[in-house]
């Protein structure tokens, strides 16, 4: 299984960014997608997640209100994150990830089987 993070860039504060994750390598694609982002010398901290069958989603409390995570109908293999009035905070490198556990949660980077090699999001202020 492979996993493409792609939409990164650089963005004036106020801005949005639309990242979007492909995944290929097996039909089945999993349960759970999910968003981390990891800024130099802190922890990968959980960003958002969408579980494919469910239909729900859950959002850190940093991005709640001004993201959201989506799956492609047409494309299922390729998720989006959009984040909107991006903030200098939110600079950082975003990575997705996917679950074929089904698990309940969203939020633990274990949980997670395969990830992406991550894509830079640069806000500037």
């Known amino acids: 299984v492979q996993l493409q993070a792609f939409g990164g860039g650089l963005v004036q504060a106020g801005g949005s960014l639309r990242l979007s994750c492909g995944i290929s390598?097996?039909?089945?694609?999993?349960?759970?997608m999910g968003w981390f982002r990891q800024t130099p010398g802190k922890e990968r901290e959980f960003v958002a997640g969408?579980?494919?069958?469910?239909?729900?989603?859950?959002y850190a409390d940093s991005v709640k209100g001004r993201s959201t995570i989506s799956r492609d109908n047409a494309k299922k293999s390729t998720a989006y994150l959009q984040i909107d009035s991006l903030k200098p905070e939110d600079t950082a490198v975003y990575y997705c990830?996917?679950?074929?556990?089904?698990?309940?949660?969203?939020?633990?980077?274990?949980?997670?089987?395969?990830w992406g090699q991550g894509t830079q999001v640069t806000v500037s202020s």
């Open positions: 990830a996917v679950d074929y556990s089904n698990s309940a949660t969203y939020t633990t980077e274990s949980q997670y089987d395969y």
């Open positions: 390598g097996r039909t089945f694609i999993g349960y759970v």
């Open positions: 969408i579980n494919w069958s469910r239909g729900t989603t859950n």
